[in-house]
Nanobody, 115 residues
Framework: QGQLVESGGGLVQPGGSLRLSCAAS????????IAWYRQPPGAQRELVGV???????DYADSMKGRFAISRDNTKNTVYLEIDNLKPADTAVYYC?????????WGQGTQVTVSS
């Protein structure tokens, strides 16, 4: 069973940007899909988007436009870039490898957007 470790969160002012990282304990080049999720305070976990093995990305409708997922198989890392951050983006962000060996949930990384 592999592990994914999220990092890169923090306190950001509205309008700022962040790049979150999802580092795998092993190779991810064979993984069909790795997704980013987020869980706002007091709310359910929700899908942000997914990146497929060939680099194709897809996003939840409400996330299209300001979110960008990328992957670097040489670093076994998936990234989530968020632009023009809003207070509503405040959440714990998680990555998950679905049906792969990276199916366990990690600790996530906290993003707080506040002035």
């Amino acid at each position: 069973q592999g592990q994914l470790v999220e990092s890169g969160g923090g306190l950001v002012q509205p309008g700022g940007s962040l790049r979150l990282s999802c580092a795998a304990s092993g190779s991810i080049s064979h993984i069909d899909a790795i997704a980013w999720y987020r869980q706002p305070p007091g709310a359910q976990r929700e899908l942000v988007g997914v990146i497929l093995q060939d680099g194709t990305t897809d996003y939840a409708d409400s996330m299209k436009g300001r979110f960008a997922i990328s992957r670097d198989n040489t670093k076994n890392t998936v990234y989530l870039e968020i632009d023009n951050l809003k207070p509503a983006d405040t959440a714990v962000y998680y990555c998950n490898g679905g049906d792969s060996e990276y199916h366990s949930w990690g600790q996530g990384t906290q993003v707080t957007v506040s002035s």
